[in-house]
């Protein structure tokens, strides 16, 4: 196959041409050709091949070196990230029973308790007819034994002395 391909070069009109005036230049300037052909062909080897592959190479180091530092940087905080995935965990733990515990702990401190609404943010707490320092040891209560916080309340007399009516939005 080769040999066919150069026997048809040799056989074609141009490179019979440049051959006869190959031919008919002096030692001198074939000698001068065939250091400038040497010349062109480096050229074109160092602008076609070796620059753009040396480019390429010093782009990829660049990155292999910047993936490195990611990875060193994800190795000495890994324990941060187990720690803070397991607090995230903990905590859609706890945001799915904010509404059983806040119902359970009203019902321990003697609330009457008229709705209970999980929302994404936590949980809304609607209260009527109890006294108002009953709602403020439950709130406290919330707060320090099951780390559930008060995000918004709205607290409202009633006709009775002492009672209140409530809505409050509770939080981990």
Do not use: C
Request: zero cysteines; hydrophobic letters at 40%.
């Amino acid at each position: 196959m080769m040999q066919g391909l150069l026997d048809r070069l040799q056989d074609s009109p141009l490179f019979v041409r440049l051959s006869e005036q190959y031919d008919r230049l002096s030692d001198n300037d074939r000698r001068a050709l065939q250091v400038m052909l040497f010349f062109v062909t480096v050229v074109l080897v160092y602008l076609l091949i070796w620059k753009p592959v040396s480019h390429w190479s010093v782009e990829q180091y660049q990155s292999y070196s910047r993936e490195v530092g990611t990875y060193g940087w994800i190795v000495d905080n890994a324990d941060r990230f187990e720690a803070l995935r397991k607090k995230q965990e903990q905590a859609g733990k706890k945001r799915k029973g904010i509404a059983a515990v806040t119902s359970a702990s009203a019902r321990q401190a003697g609330l009457n308790v008229a709705r209970v609404q999980p929302d994404k943010g936590g949980v809304s707490v609607w209260v009527e007819n109890v006294p108002y320092q009953v709602l403020l040891g439950w709130v406290v209560t919330l707060h320090n034994q099951y780390q559930i916080d008060v995000g918004q309340i709205r607290i409202d007399r009633t006709e009775e002395d002492g009672q209140v009516k409530a809505y409050l939005h509770l939080s981990y």
